[in-house]
């Protein structure tokens, strides 16, 4: 009863609010909602099933049916519990906060977005081709023989049935199936008949052979069909709201006021008729609080801050105010308030959403002395205001903490909850299970270290310990590896510490580039010792094939072979420095001649350097201590040792059959690849990417290694010493014999089934009982009664030879393991046969009944592994009954268990468990029948499959290294040191997996199995925690979890509980750490994201707080809210989500700002009042101001890379053009790859689209490889790639179906002949042409949805068809205006251009900021004015350090994004502030020359004498950095586009950018800084001074010769810019009237016209519906927008409309004509 108390006081307080205040609180509601129409909750739930179970899916959709009689209200209840029928319990709270956060409506709009379907259609089906509406024509047609058709076109993300969708949709995707798509909506008729038309069909196929059919369902609602009940329409009757996003309230710093004035008079006179603050004599607003608080006294800390909220709301800013001594311990005090609290979540939340209000009353509150120190004690351990979240002990990013992401997550997490339950564990082991994630650490070749010992195949070229005379002066003494060093430079240590070997192919390019870094590292004295292993590739590829002794003829002429054989001649006859002068004499003699070509190696080279090495080395033996062997060498002339080589005699026979030998051997420790050129070898450690050049990736490896040398040389293990420092640390570091890189490979795709990871969760027919609880296990000597947390399943046919020698290396391996306390591994046997339906052979018999046997198992291995290495017992065997007790006798196993297992009454039993077990190895794990594979707790790594084409040698030595991943990637370690600790502490599993048959089927009794009990839980639980990223913890997270859990928390620790009621009792499915500062960004978002785990997933929370101390400023000044999913009403639909302020400062003026998730880009659509600058006591009697944004696109991003490049900067290809476009329309938007990693962005919509290399230059010289398009964006979606699809090399995919955007992967790669070629580069155009057009020569064509496709608001004349950018003589000018005052300058600087420009003009609005009246507004004054326009925009990439503060976004924006926020066809642009005046003819600065500067700035006049002392550029810093050179105003300059996007210009302004915006007094004035600092390597033309004159820093005596005035701030008088606007220029009030005169009239025609503009509205509508695709309407990387009346929703910006557009625009575009005409006649 307390709990309710608690939470339902304050709320009471707060009600009694309106009737104290004589002057209501005043408050914002914002709320935010998708461009797409509704779309359906019952859709949405069946979206929510598919992606957490397929089967679940399918049962909701052919199980439901609309309800009778219903209304929305119980719809919602209808549909939920529907779809709650087929999840757990955990689920079904993941399921309601999907349904009310509408997080699946994308997925819904994208499948609507597929269908081409005629209106009245309830269903439909597109078959090979066709489509069938009626179910005995697709009857029909699906008895006919079926032929492969890639129509229609499926995806990844396809609903298919089948047993595994991902198998099905690869069959069709490899072009061997037929595809059947079904739309409709589940619970009608025809969806139910032409379903099971399909599915009857599809499990007829499989069964009878013939081509595969695909079958996929689109759900979606079908417009006009009459079946549809009102439970299938919930959802779509209005446009579907959204959660996951934030909103502050910033008070803004009005030192220059940027009011605008024409709304003081209102909003005077809408105070007055308010009314002003009242407040009575009483306590405090008439509350009595002291009372309440001796009636309450638990809810004290509660009722303190409502206090504070009553104070604040009744105060004016200037009452608010702290000195800087109060802000001391605000971090500390606003702690202990929280702590204190009844409800600390809930007082979390309000400190940190409303702190500007409270900060004064918590600055009063006494410090707790024992917090303080807690809090001290700490941050020892974790720095002072740092944020840490761990959601079930993984950590959570709390500065890119995203809804739509969190609930992917959390749905992830419980439905590993839900699978870690099959095991049957208790539930606090379950969620010690969920912690051991945090503790794995990745697992590949860079962290596994290969013993190479003796190094017989090794070429050493040096030697630090023996080679004194090279190393002089270089110290012997190993502890110098601790001394600090420069970066960059190695100890200087005579020891052999750093041992590399390259692994190199010498007659390839890369071996040439391996040949000169060595060369150049031991001339160079590096301390390292080098040596070369020559491989062979193309030998080792023909001796699979056809044997060595012909592979090694085949060879002997080869490039490669010759530089082998010559390297192993020489070492073995003169040693390592013949082989260095032979390196040495193979380098190019000029290094500088076809730099940019691959270096080739003939053989005429590798003569020359032969012979040359020979005649040096064969000089230094004529000596008179020569001994007759050596003299003998010596007199051998180079020519006659060259010959020998060639022919294999002498010194070099043998030579050949060495270096096949070789390759052999590094293929055989797993070195290399058969598609590798080579790879290096450190200290055991192998790189097999050497990416930058082997130089490079020797340093790398060499730093890499420095650490863990330093350890073990700080600890002692590595001493003076010790004899083999190489040695040794291989042993320290438990360096493996051999590397199988397939056994450490992750699947590149889902459909591989080679190397494959299952979780053995009991899901369907998954083994958690029956047959698994029979299964007889092999355990290592002396550790049958140890719980094992590994296990092996050979899957074998034992009859085979592949079958026995697996199952015979997996035994060598498990009696060579140690026993008790370090046995690694149990092993399983699983019968694999050919042919499964024939009776099992007598072999397979006799080893099922054998690994059953409970008594004498350390006797099984050793008989075992006699019979299967002895071919006579293995024939003796036979099918004689006899033979196998016999042998079964004579190795002293129980003969009588034995015998009665394989005597005729138990055959049929012993043949259904063999049976079981190869149907389970196919049918479950995948394995081709008669395949031998290991299962490793469930990851699949077949060894032999002539189905899968995979056939190699399995050893001892892979067995330990499937144990090492299984202890690193699958949690095996840290499962069995739980398990040791649950048994110890008497807790064990129960269910299917106790009741065990173990050991029935031999007839011998059960033994205490709780400890087999606990290894097969262990199992199970290492393959589930495998396949939910085991290892996703990056290394800079790992140990977070120890460090909070060691956190003190007596004091500073809060704890939250769920809401009460009997679901208390059950553990809970979340449990979240979370060490927060409570005055900080991260909290306020935070914060209500632990409120809202708490009630709607009852999770368990606990809160360290972590304030920063020693306060010098506000740490907070903004109010925020986060947005996250209403509750459901008594099972009725949610409210639309919005953010809600109460009782903001009335007085003050506050910014709105919108914190948008990465991948959204959102903008107002309704506002009333100016967003920047909001006065909430201009709203009058309003109680409210409602905002509502607009979500306009979801932004797809990625990363371009082409790993195949050559040179370094080309991996990242820079300036390779992209289009993104529908089939119809491929070319809807484009953009540029930039050189920052490689990032992209295009604007996108849910549905279906085409990424393409655009037509020119960038698809001449690259080609697609690969892309992840089509992926999700789930865990681990990265690791799966889609080839580049459609039958086209130069296009991809992407799918668009998710809130969270799209953030793919683009694999490129050069073209044949173009390896070495820039797609910018330029200098071999034989044609000579302006820069402009050398750049076009790549660039699309025109753009199909310019103006002139789109409609303009100039009437352009029949001669002119040239759109704006083509049209030389139109000026382009860009823009950027924020709030309405800025807005009401900007009209006036568009009256002005055109008032003095007589060329045509065409504006770029920068969009972000605009408003929606003047959004609404610039098509009616292009019209009347006769301009073209145009809105752009980019949304702030991921990879910058982002601003906070809106006006340096808007900096930023004017500067950082000029390469790829205009149209690519966009050759010249002019950036003009907003608040200035035109009086020039800009075309005179449109024509200027800017001397091939990428853009001109006007230099800060000099004349106004009175700022001298503001002239920062004439001192310190910037005086020494500019070194003579201008320092120039950002409010005018011109860009020349195609130089700027050439010399990549905006890559070195993103650079500079990154590099100094982090240090917070760096860049104050962002515009400007940025470029004048970079103009060093970005040369600024300076323009003349007369084109920028602005009174605070230019003198009266030039004003009248400037080209522009721009109102500037000035610092000395802090002047309002519309009163210096008034003073400065003259014409400037009577623009103002004009444009003031203009407004009023279009705002009045809007408001008479509403009623029109309906109707035209509900026209286009209808045209809309008839369109085949729905795609957005921009064109270019910045939004590109058309002349469309009405609201802003109306304005077509996002993509999702712009192939809609284009194709309606025909039909409407002279509606649109004819209207602008009239009014830009009135």
């Not at 935010?32 to 049962?59: C, I, Q, Y």
């Not at 009063?364 to 002990?393: F, K």
């Not at 005046?1477 to 091939?1492: I, P, S, T, Y």
Request: proline share 5%; glycine share 6%; net charge negative.
């Amino acid at each position: 009863m307390q709990k309710n108390t608690i939470w339902t006081v304050p709320i009471l307080l707060l009600a009694l609010l309106r009737p104290v205040f004589a002057d209501e609180p005043k408050g914002v509601t914002v709320s935010l909602r998708v461009k797409w129409p509704g779309t359906s909750v019952l859709l949405e739930a069946a979206e929510f099933l598919a992606s957490e179970n397929s089967n679940a899916f399918w049962s909701f959709i052919e199980t439901w049916q609309e309800p009778n009689n219903e209304v929305d209200g119980s719809c919602w209840g209808a549909v939920y519990a529907s779809a709650s029928q087929h999840l757990s319990n955990g689920t079904c709270m993941s399921l309601q906060q999907a349904l009310a956060a509408r997080q699946y409506t994308a997925k819904v709009e994208m499948l609507r977005n597929l269908a081409e379907i005629p209106q009245g259609s309830c269903c439909q089906v597109e078959l090979a081709g066709q489509v069938f509406t009626e179910a005995g024509q697709l009857e029909a047609a699906l008895q006919k023989e079926l032929q492969p058709c890639s129509e229609p076109q499926l995806y990844a993300f396809d609903h298919i049935y089948s047993s595994d969708p991902q198998t099905s949709y690869s069959i069709w995707h490899a072009n061997n199936a037929t595809a059947a798509v079904l739309y409709g909506t589940p619970g009608t008729a025809c969806f139910q008949h032409l379903h099971k038309l399909l599915k009857d069909a599809v499990t007829r196929q499989y069964t009878q052979g013939g081509v595969p059919l695909t079958y996929a369902v689109r759900p979606m609602l079908l417009e006009g069909c009459p079946q549809l009940g009102p439970c299938s329409l919930l959802g779509t009757g209005e446009v579907p709201h959204l959660a996951g996003y934030g909103v502050e309230m910033a008070i803004k710093n009005m030192e220059y006021s940027a009011l605008d004035d024409s709304q003081v008079a209102a909003a005077k006179q809408a105070q007055q008729e308010a009314g002003g603050l009242e407040g009575g004599p009483g306590e405090v607003k008439g509350f009595l609080l002291g009372r309440l608080l001796e009636r309450k006294p638990e809810l004290e800390q509660e009722l303190l801050t409502f206090r504070d909220h009553l104070l604040a709301a009744s105060s004016s800013s200037s009452d608010q105010t702290l000195k800087v001594w109060d802000l001391k311990d605000l971090g500390l005090q606003a702690s202990q308030r929280i702590a204190q609290a009844g409800d600390p979540l809930r007082l979390l939340t309000d400190i940190s959403q409303n702190f500007p209000t409270l900060a004064a009353s918590l600055s009063r509150l006494p410090a707790n002395a024992s917090l303080a120190a807690e809090v001290r004690t700490n941050q020892r351990s974790l720095p002072a205001g740092a944020n840490v979240m761990l959601l079930n002990g993984l950590p959570v990013d709390v500065t890119s903490l995203e809804l739509y992401q969190l609930m992917d997550r959390i749905s992830a997490e419980v439905r590993l909850t839900d699978m870690l339950k099959t095991t049957e564990l208790q539930a606090q082991d379950i969620q010690a299970l969920l912690q051991l994630r945090a503790s794995s650490k990745s697992l590949d070749s860079s962290s596994i270290r290969i013993d190479l010992a003796p190094y017989s195949h090794v070429h050493w070229l040096n030697n630090l310990e023996k080679d004194k005379k090279r190393y002089r002066g270089f110290s012997r003494t190993i502890t110098d590896l601790l001394i600090p060093s420069f970066p960059g430079n190695l100890p200087s240590i005579a020891r052999n510490v750093f041992n590399a070997v390259f692994v190199v192919d010498l007659g390839s390019a890369h071996g040439i580039g391996v040949a000169e870094a060595v060369v150049r590292a031991i001339g160079s004295r590096w301390p390292v010792r080098l040596g070369l292993l020559p491989i062979v590739p193309e030998a080792w590829l023909k001796s699979t094939q056809k044997g060595a002794t012909e592979a090694a003829a085949q060879q002997a002429t080869s490039v490669s072979s010759q530089a082998a054989q010559a390297m192993q001649v020489l070492d073995s006859t003169f040693g390592a420095a013949a082989c260095l002068a032979f390196l040495s004499e193979l380098l190019p003699k000029d290094p500088h001649a076809n730099a940019d070509e691959p270096a080739t190696l003939t053989s005429a080279q590798v003569e020359r350097a032969f012979t040359e090495a020979w005649e040096t080395a064969a000089g230094q033996l004529t000596n008179p201590k020569a001994s007759p062997d050596d003299l003998e060498v010596a007199a051998i002339e180079p020519e006659d040792a060259w010959q020998q080589l060639q022919d294999s005699t002498g010194l070099a026979a043998g030579a050949v059959l060495q270096t096949l030998e070789a390759t052999r051997y590094a293929h055989s420790k797993g070195l290399v690849t058969a598609d590798q050129e080579g790879s290096l070898w450190l200290n055991g450690l192998v790189f097999g990417d050497v990416l930058g050049g082997p130089q490079q990736a020797l340093m790398r490896g060499i730093f890499a290694e420095m650490q863990t040398l330093q350890e073990h040389v700080y600890y002692q293990a590595i001493q003076d010493d010790t004899p083999d420092i190489l040695a040794e640390l291989l042993r320290l570091e438990g360096a493996l014999q051999r590397y199988n890189p397939r056994i450490l490979e992750k699947p590149s795709s889902p459909d591989r089934h080679d190397v494959r990871q299952y979780a053995l969760d009991g899901e369907g027919d998954k083994p958690t009982g029956g047959w698994l609880s029979q299964l007889g296990y092999l355990y290592p000597p002396g550790a049958e009664d140890t719980i094992i947390a590994i296990t092996h399943w050979v899957c074998v046919d034992p009859n085979t030879k592949a079958g026995q020698g697996l199952l015979l290396a997996a035994l060598d391996h498990l009696q060579e393991a140690p026993a008790a306390e370090g046995a690694a591994a149990r092993v399983g046997v699983l019968y694999n046969p050919a042919d499964a339906a024939a009776d099992p052979s007598l072999l397979a018999r006799l080893l099922l009944a054998t690994t059953q046997l409970t008594s004498r198992r350390p006797k099984i291995a050793g008989f075992l592994t006699a019979l299967l290495s002895d071919p006579a017992q293995l024939t003796q065997l036979g099918s004689s009954y006899n033979s196998a007790l016999e042998l079964v006798q004579k190795s002293g196993l129980n003969l009588q268990a034995v015998g009665r297992a394989l005597e005729d009454a138990q055959l049929p039993q012993l043949n259904d468990q063999l049976k079981a077990q190869a149907e389970l190895t196919q049918k479950l794990l995948k394995v081709p029948a008669g395949s031998s594979a290991v299962v490793t707790n469930g990851r699949v790594v077949v060894v032999e499959s002539a189905e899968l084409g995979v056939s190699e040698e399995f050893g001892t030595e892979d067995f330990g290294l499937l144990e090492l991943y299984a202890n690193s990637q699958q949690s095996a370690a840290g499962i069995q040191a739980l398990l040791e600790t649950a048994l110890t502490e008497g807790r064990a599993v129960t269910g299917s997996l106790a009741d065990s048959e173990y050991g029935e089927a031999v007839g011998e009794g059960d033994e205490d199995m709780s400890v087999g009990k606990l290894s097969n839980a262990a199992m199970l639980a290492s393959s589930i925690l495998a396949t939910h990223g085991a290892a996703e913890v990056s290394e800079r997270n790992q140990g977070l979890g120890q460090a909070v859990n060691a956190l003190q928390g007596h004091y500073c620790a809060i704890t939250g509980h769920s809401g009460g009621g009997a679901r208390d009792t059950a553990p809970s499915y979340l449990h979240v750490d979370v060490v927060l500062n409570p005055l900080s960004k991260a909290a306020q978002r935070v914060a209500p994201i632990l409120e809202w785990l708490r009630s709607s997933f009852h999770a368990s929370i606990k809160v360290y707080l972590n304030p920063e101390r020693e306060l010098s400023d506000m740490p907070l000044k903004t109010f925020y809210r986060y947005v996250l999913p209403e509750p459901s009403p008594a099972g009725g639909m949610p409210q639309p989500p919005a953010a809600v302020f109460k009782s903001l400062p009335p007085h003050q003026i506050l910014t709105l700002n919108f914190d948008a998730p990465e991948m959204w880009l959102v903008e107002p659509v309704v506002a009333e009042h100016d967003l920047d600058n909001l006065k909430l006591e201009q709203l009058g009697n309003s109680p409210t101001l409602s905002a509502e944004y607009e979500l306009e696109a979801l932004m797809l991003t990625g990363r371009c890379m082409d790993l195949h490049a050559r040179r370094r900067e080309l991996v990242t290809p820079r300036g390779v053009q992209l289009h993104l476009g529908s089939h119809k329309q491929p070319h809807l938007q484009d953009t540029l790859v930039m050189s920052n990693l490689g990032y992209f962005q295009l604007k996108s919509a849910p549905g279906a689209w085409t990424l393409q290399l655009a037509p020119g230059r960038s698809r001449e010289l690259y080609h697609i490889e690969s892309s992840t398009g089509t992926v999700g964006n789930r865990i681990q979606a990265e690791a799966q790639v889609e080839a580049a699809t459609l039958n086209k090399d130069y296009q991809t995919a992407v799918a668009i179906g998710s809130l969270q955007g799209k953030d793919m992967l683009l694999r490129i790669t050069k073209r044949p002949g173009f390896e070495l070629d820039d797609v910018l580069d330029s200098a071999n155009d034989e044609k000579s042409e302006s820069l402009w057009g050398r750049l076009t020569s790549w660039a699309s064509k025109p753009n199909p949805l310019s103006e002139s496709a789109l409609g303009t608001g100039v009437q352009r004349s029949a001669q002119k068809q040239l759109s704006p950018e083509e049209d030389p003589d139109t000026i382009h000018i860009f823009s950027v205006a924020s709030g309405h005052m800025y807005e009401r300058l900007q009209k006036i600087m568009i009256l002005s251009v055109i008032r003095t420009t007589k060329n045509p003009v065409k504006f770029w609005f920068i969009k972000n900021y605009m408003s929606p009246q003047m959004k609404r507004f610039v098509p009616e004054m292009a019209a009347h004015y006769n301009f073209h326009y145009q809105f752009v925009t980019y949304k702030w990439p991921s990879f910058l350090h982002k601003q906070t503060e809106k006006q340096r976004l808007i900096w930023a924006y004017k500067i950082l994004f000029l390469d790829v926020l205009f149209p690519l066809n966009l050759r010249k642009v002019i950036f003009c502030d907003s608040d200035q005046v035109v009086r020039g003819n800009m075309a005179e600065l449109w024509n200027m020359d800017l001397k091939g500067a990428p853009f001109g700035f006007t230099p800060f006049c000099d004349n106004n004498k009175d700022m001298e002392g503001f002239r920062f550029w004439k001192q310190g810093f910037w005086k020494e950095h500019l070194r003579g050179k201008p320092y120039h105003i950002s409010a005018l300059f011109v860009v020349d586009l195609a130089r700027f996007r050439q010399t990549a210009a905006g890559d070195q302004l993103r650079v500079v950018y990154e590099q100094l915006s982090k240090d917070p007094n760096s860049l104050s004035n962002l515009d400007q800084d940025l470029p004048n600092y970079a103009q060093h390597s970005v040369p600024i033309h300076s323009l003349p001074m007369e084109w920028l004159w602005c009174e605070t820093w230019c003198g009266n005596s030039t004003k009248e010769y400037a080209k522009t005035i721009d109102l500037c701030n000035n610092p000395l008088t802090k002047e309002p810019k519309l009163q210096g606007a008034r003073r400065i220029v003259s014409e400037w009030p009577a623009l103002d009237e004009e444009a003031r005169s203009f407004t009023s009239k279009v705002e009045a025609q809007m408001i008479m016209s509403l009623e029109s503009f309906e109707s035209q509205n509900q026209q286009q509508a209808e045209i809309q519906q008839d369109a085949a695709s729905t795609m957005p309407s921009d064109a270019n990387p910045g939004e590109l927008e058309s002349h469309s009346d009405g609201d802003g929703g109306d304005i077509p910006t996002t993509l999702q409309y712009l192939a809609q557009q284009a194709e309606i625009n025909h039909a409407f575009q002279e509606q649109v004509k004819s209207q602008r005409q009239e009014k830009s006649e009135l």
